[in-house]
C-alpha cells in the first residue's frame, strides 16, 4: 500500500504559537493533497486541500505548502488557537476509477495551551 | 443541507457475529466510501460506491462488503467478527457527479467486539 509519512505524532504549542505539521509521499501519481481535522467523537472534516500546481495556498490562518521535487507537504496553523486542539490528518490521492481514493498519514494529535 | 449520517453510532458484538452499518450520504452525493480508523492502523480505505456499483476496494478480507442503494444510503457488512475489527467506522460521501475527492465524513459507527 502507497504509504503517507505524517510527523510529528504530537504537538504541543502555546496559544498564538504557529503549528507545523509536515507529510512525505511516495507515488508521484498523486494529485490531491488535503489536510483533514477532527475532534473527539467527530468524523474528520476537510480543512483545505492543494494540488501540485500550486506551491502554496493559505485559507485564514492554515496553510499549506507544497514541494513537488521533495515530495513533501506541510500544514502550518498561524496564530495557533485552543480551539484548534485536534488530530491532523494528511492525505494524498490520485484518480482509480473515476474517484479520488486516499492514503492517510497517521496522523498528529496537536494540543494548544491557552 | 444535512450532513451525513451513520447508524448506529455505537454497537458491542461478540465473535463469530455479523453487522450491518448504515450511511445516509449528503443529499444530491453519489458516491460513498468506507473507512476503518483504529489507532494502530489510522484511517484505512475499504471500498467507494458510486451509483451503486463498486468503484474502489482497500486491501481487507472479503469479510468486509457493501453496497450502495438506488438513493445512494450504504452499508457495509462485517461477517464471522474478530476482535480486531474493533473500529470506528467512518462513511464519506462525496460529489454529485464524481468524486472530486473533497470527503465529507460522518461521525461514525464505533464497533467493538467481545
Known amino acids: 500500500q502507497q504509504q503517507v509519512k505524517q510527523s510529528p505524532q504530537s504537538l504541543i504549542v502555546q496559544k498564538g504559537g504557529i503549528s507545523i505539521i509536515n507529510c512525505a509521499y511516495e507515488?508521484?501519481?498523486?494529485?490531491?493533497f488535503p489536510w483533514y481535522q477532527q475532534f473527539p467523537g467527530k468524523g474528520p472534516a476537510l480543512l483545505i486541500a492543494?494540488?501540485?500546481?500550486?506551491s502554496e495556498k493559505k485559507e485564514g490562518r492554515f496553510t499549506i505548502s507544497f514541494n513537488t521535487s521533495a515530495k513533501q507537504f506541510s500544514l502550518h496553523i498561524m496564530d495557533s488557537q485552543p480551539g484548534d486542539s485536534a488530530t491532523y490528518f494528511c492525505?494524498?490521492?490520485?484518480?482509480?476509477?473515476?474517484?479520488?481514493?486516499?492514503?492517510f498519514g497517521r496522523g498528529t494529535s496537536l494540543i494548544v495551551h491557552p | 443541507k444535512a450532513g451525513v449520517t451513520q447508524t448506529p453510532r455505537y454497537l458491542i458484538k461478540t465473535r463469530g457475529q455479523q453487522v450491518t452499518l448504515s450511511c445516509s450520504p449528503i443529499?444530491?452525493?453519489?458516491?460513498v466510501s468506507w473507512y476503518q480508523q483504529t489507532p494502530g492502523q489510522g484511517l484505512q480505505f475499504l471500498f467507494e460506491?458510486?451509483?451503486?456499483?463498486?468503484?474502489n476496494k482497500g486491501n481487507f478480507p472479503g469479510r468486509f462488503s457493501g453496497r450502495q442503494f438506488s438513493n445512494s444510503r450504504s452499508e457495509m457488512n462485517v461477517s464471522t467478527l474478530e476482535l480486531g475489527d474493533s473500529a470506528l467506522y467512518l462513511c464519506?460521501?462525496?460529489?454529485?457527479?464524481?468524486?472530486?475527492?473533497?470527503?465529507?465524513f460522518g461521525e461514525g459507527s464505533r464497533l467493538t467486539v467481545l
Open positions: 460506491y458510486f451509483s451503486e456499483t463498486q468503484r
Open positions: 507515488n508521484t501519481a498523486f494529485d490531491y
Open positions: 492543494i494540488r501540485p500546481d500550486v
Open positions: 492525505a494524498a490521492s490520485s484518480a482509480s476509477g473515476g474517484s479520488y481514493i486516499p492514503t
Open positions: 443529499s444530491g452525493h453519489r458516491s
Open positions: 464519506a460521501s462525496s460529489g454529485t457527479h464524481s468524486n472530486t475527492g473533497e470527503l465529507f
